[in-house]
């Protein structure tokens, strides 16, 4: 992986917006907001608001993120996205009603093989759920335990997330294809996609078949991501690179 802030990797920003049509996509967070031990309190820094709602006037800007559409909706109001896509890119989409029925069968099954797992929390989001356990005592063993459990949905695909494993339904839409979508629906000729964890690395993945710069935040040997920031908090240093290299306000809709 390469440092994308880099001196010598400055001149791939600039080539992405010169190549027409370009479109911003950033995963919640990690990305845009720091990781924070309580999930309800993520919010953007002010300065990140600032800068995105910026580069949201000049290019189409959209975030799909593991969270209820709802919920990440909302701590992005005022900015003018063209999509915020939820629970990994199945809200919105025709698989929704599916989705649901998958997580309710789910839980139904998890619940009593891991009730006895002091420190677990199910996050039930709806199209897909998330296991936490950050508040376990011994992180390790409630890790195996749930993987456990897990393995044996065969309808579900486990992600591991920090602290939390990620269930998505088997065949539903996910982060790439909600990418690919919003490409074709927007007419963008390219795109900058920008996540942090293993639920970003199927958008990466597509970094060697279509025109997308994939960056992730920290650096990790085994993503699929060419390049990197170190740090969260670079994430505000991109978005002015990103600000000065622009070529202005792409036409709109």
């Not at 370009?22 to 820094?45: E, H, M, N, Q």
């Not at 063209?82 to 619940?111: D, T, Y």
């Not at 199910?122 to 393995?151: C, E, V």
Request: proline residues 7%; charged residues 25%; aromatic residues 4%.
């Amino acid at each position: 992986m390469k440092s994308l802030l880099a001196s010598q990797n400055r001149p791939v920003l600039r080539g992405l917006a010169a190549r027409g049509r370009v479109l911003l996509a950033f995963d919640f967070d990690g990305t845009l907001a720091p990781i924070v031990a309580d999930p309800a309190r993520a919010r953007l820094r002010p300065r990140t608001r600032r800068l995105l709602t910026e580069m949201a006037r000049k290019y189409p800007c959209v975030v799909i993120s593991g969270r209820r559409r709802a919920d990440v909706a909302r701590r992005l109001v005022g900015i003018p996205l063209r999509q915020v896509l939820g629970n990994h890119g199945i809200e919105p989409s025709p698989a929704l009603p599916a989705a649901r029925r998958s997580v309710r069968s789910w839980l139904a099954c998890l619940k009593p093989r891991l009730e006895r797992v002091a420190g677990i929390v199910f996050d039930n989001k709806g199209a897909s759920l998330a296991i936490h356990y950050r508040k376990a005592r011994n992180r390790p063993a409630a890790l195996k335990a749930i993987l456990a459990a897990t393995a044996g949905l065969a309808d579900a695909r486990a992600l591991m997330g920090l602290l939390a494993v990620d269930l998505l339904p088997v065949g539903a839409p996910n982060k790439a294809t909600a990418l690919q979508s919003e490409l074709r629906r927007l007419g963008c000729q390219a795109a900058l996609y920008l996540g942090d964890d293993q639920t970003d690395e199927d958008v990466f993945a597509l970094s060697g078949s279509l025109p997308l710069l994939a960056v992730r935040v920290g650096c990790k040997r085994r993503s699929l991501a060419p390049y990197y920031l170190p740090s969260q908090g670079d994430v505000d240093a991109l978005l002015a690179v990103l600000r000065a290299a622009g070529p202005g306000s792409p036409e709109r809709e």
